[in-house]
């Protein structure tokens, strides 16, 4: 995958070339070519080629899930059950606090069930007689709405105590202070003998998950509705079909190994900085990325099917900065030629406008001609190093 630039870099001149094309402008196109015939240079010849457009933006680390600890009850902390630093799973206990009076409560809350089911089944057991009674016209029918009342009182109160029993149940529990999901540990801000309570403002500790990353990174919202344009107007190609690959260079240069999935893409242009925010998410199992690490994402954006690619060294500048390409025709003579182009990596150009297909450009021999002049042209294998002969 390549990385393009909508601007092409300053930074490749042909010092030779570009004062041929300055001589040219001042009528230095007078002189004849070199004793012993026409001028020897090498072309390459413009041919569409596929090429893997794609983008590098600056990033940032962020933690894929931060957990923030704290007490659900009041106590006094008896244990700290994990090393800082450890991994921990989710549900793990971390601290426990004293248990003693939630358990009191817990029991106490067992004892009125006790008492609730026992009045039930009194009530239950008088309420069926009743029924009985009143078929056979032995009770009124007052006491018998009484005792159907008495027992829906007594189903009420069973439920009430038991609903009573669970909450106490839940308090004890909570004096394990649990980790809500699975990560690392930080240092812990409370030790043996602290006294906290519900719902805190201060944690006791974090636990962050780091396996998957995310990767925040910015994109100017100019690129981003040029490329637009370009995938709706079938200039570009889209990537795949499975979603956007994201590779990462580290801030020490080197690679990271698994690529990642762009997840999200913002829709909102930032007030002062003019950039979208984009999100992508990479599997980190060794736990090599570090939340707030400074990274480079590199974001595949298209594919370019029909993509007119030159080597750098083609392209010269002319004595106003625009680039230049040396095109030979049919009649053996060289024209300079403006033209579009951005970087599309390894040394090469992709050209946006001024050239077209089996047009031939030169690439070497430039200082020994000028525009007009009538050359000898030779293809060459650049690859391969081979001069004209």
Not at 39 to 55: D, K, N
Not at 104 to 123: F, G, P, R, S, W
Request: charged letters at 20%; hydrophobic letters at 40%; glycine letters at 8%.
């Amino acid at each position: 995958m390549q990385k393009p630039m909508t601007r092409a870099p300053k930074a490749t001149f042909l010092p030779g070339a570009i004062a041929l094309l300055a001589l040219a402008g001042c009528g230095a196109g007078k002189q004849g070519p070199p004793q012993g015939g026409l001028p020897q240079v090498g072309v390459v010849v413009v041919q569409p080629a596929r090429l893997e457009l794609s983008t590098v933006l600056p990033g940032r680390t962020v933690a894929y899930r931060i957990a923030q600890v704290r007490p659900r009850v009041n106590g006094i902390i008896v244990r700290r059950l994990y090393v800082e630093g450890a991994f921990v799973k989710a549900g793990q206990s971390l601290y426990e606090l004293d248990p003693a009076t939630y358990q009191a409560a817990a029991d106490a809350a067992q004892a009125a069930v006790a008492k609730a089911d026992a009045n039930e089944l009194t009530v239950r057991l008088k309420y069926e007689r009743y029924q009985k009674l009143a078929a056979r016209g032995d009770v009124s029918a007052q006491d018998r709405d009484d005792i159907t009342a008495l027992h829906k009182q007594a189903e009420a109160d069973q439920a009430t105590a038991r609903a009573a029993l669970e909450a106490a149940r839940i308090n004890l529990d909570y004096t394990h202070v649990r980790s809500p999901i699975a990560g690392r540990t930080s240092t812990s801000a409370y030790t043996e003998g602290a006294l906290v309570t519900a719902n805190q403002d201060a944690a006791l500790t974090t636990v962050t998950q780091t396996d998957p990353m995310y990767v925040d990174f910015v994109q100017p919202a100019g690129d981003v509705l040029k490329l637009r344009e370009r995938l709706a107007a079938g200039k570009l190609q889209r990537a795949g079909k499975a979603g956007v690959l994201v590779r990462l260079q580290l801030d020490d240069g080197s690679s990271y190994a698994s690529p990642g999935q762009l997840e999200f893409t913002g829709i909102t242009v930032g007030d002062t900085t003019g950039t979208i925010t984009l999100r992508a998410v990479f599997p980190n199992p060794d736990g090599r990325l570090l939340p707030g690490m400074y990274v480079r994402a590199l974001l595949g954006q298209g594919v370019d099917e029909k993509a007119l690619l030159l080597p750098q060294l083609a392209i010269a500048r002319d004595v106003r900065g625009q680039p230049v390409a040396m095109v030979v025709g049919a009649d053996h003579k060289v024209a300079a030629r403006l033209v579009q182009v951005e970087d599309a990596g390894a040394n090469r150009w992709r050209v946006l406008t001024g050239l077209s297909p089996g047009e031939r450009v030169v690439v070497q021999g430039l200082q020994n001609i000028h525009e007009g002049s009538e050359v000898q042209d030779q293809v060459v294998d650049l690859a391969a190093n081979s001069p004209p002969r």
